[in-house]
């Protein structure tokens, strides 16, 4: 069938389970212990200073990544809590918990530094090993050219050791059975478990190339400033990383725009070949539960905007 113009969802892998997220909600699905499959809603609030940042090239980024990481951190809450343990004792979990508000504010905050923590580890790591080389490597332009190839070696290496973890590796599963959703919505087929698996676990728009592009882009960043001395290094690449997400986050969405172009595709190819490390083929009860919470964000979606329909109507 012919493409046509969809709205834009995305979405991340969880424990045992898939998170998509949509205009106004963003919905998880896991499968428990007993083979049944659960949902976690949570609307997005409105938040008109963000949706005012949003419009802003690079810094709406920034902003974007932020939130992702708030919100995706209470889906991976939820799911840990949840997928190795028995339905009957969910009344347990609920019990053990602060209120609601202090919990989700908790858990965002929490998944706002984790983020940031491991941004600075990723960053300034290979900047202190480059500087190790600077007798070899002596000139600003191949200190950046070493910082950025450690970078690429610590980021490959990590993603690849934690893969081969049983756990991660389905984690890594339903990021593929995600990913072949959302091709195969984009392709106008039926949404069925036989229609998604013939898809690729594969897209343009994954999270893994943006984070590849944040290691591209920086070099060219960093060429503008200088390497030495180190004390300045560190501060300037620290001060820089907003300017390297937001940059990186536009490259991704360059390329997602070019997939269809001939000439251009091949931009994101790189992104591509990262993701063949983040994901991996998906069995189909993995593909059924990731189809679980694609139609049920659909669903809740289509009636958010029929409520706002009838209310605008009023």
Not at 61 to 90: C, K
Not at 257 to 270: A, T
Request: glycine share 6%; hydrophobic share 45%.
């Amino acid at each position: 069938m012919k493409n046509t113009q969809k709205p834009a969802y995305g979405g991340q892998a969880v424990m045992e389970g898939v998170m998509f997220g949509g205009k106004h909600h963003t919905v998880t699905a896991i499968r428990r212990k007993d083979n049944t499959i659960d949902f976690f809603h949570l609307p997005r609030k409105s938040r008109p200073i963000l949706q005012k940042l949003k419009k802003i090239p690079f810094l709406r980024g920034v902003v974007a990544i932020i939130e992702a990481s708030a919100n995706g951190s209470q889906h991976l809450t939820y799911s840990h809590e949840r997928f190795d343990i028995d339905p009957a004792d969910d009344e347990k979990i609920e019990a053990e918990k602060v209120s609601k508000s202090t919990l989700i504010m908790s858990v965002a905050a929490i998944g706002v530094l984790s983020f940031i923590f491991s941004k600075f580890i990723f960053t300034l790591i290979p900047v202190f090993l480059a500087a190790l080389t600077k007798p070899i490597f002596p000139s600003d332009v191949a200190q950046v050219l070493v910082e950025g190839l450690f970078k690429l070696i610590l980021l490959l290496g990590y993603i690849y050791f934690i893969s081969m973890t049983p756990l991660i590796k389905r984690v890594f599963q339903y990021h593929g059975a995600e990913h072949k959703v959302i091709n195969a919505y984009e392709k106008n087929l039926e949404l069925t478990v036989e229609n998604v698996q013939a898809m690729s676990r594969l897209h343009y728009r994954c999270g893994s190339s943006f984070i590849l592009f944040t290691v591209v882009v920086g070099v060219f960043i960093y060429m503008f400033v200088p390497t030495d001395p180190l004390w300045l290094r560190v501060v300037n690449r620290l001060a820089l990383i907003p300017l390297v997400l937001g940059t990186s986050f536009e490259v991704l969405q360059l390329t997602n725009k070019l997939r269809n172009v001939l000439l251009l595709r091949f931009l994101g190819y790189p992104g591509l070949w990262l993701q063949l490390l983040t994901t991996k083929e998906p069995d189909n009860e993995q593909v059924e539960v990731a189809l679980a919470s694609f139609n049920e964000l659909l669903k809740v979606e289509k009636q958010k905007e029929e409520q706002l329909n009838l209310e605008n109507i009023g």
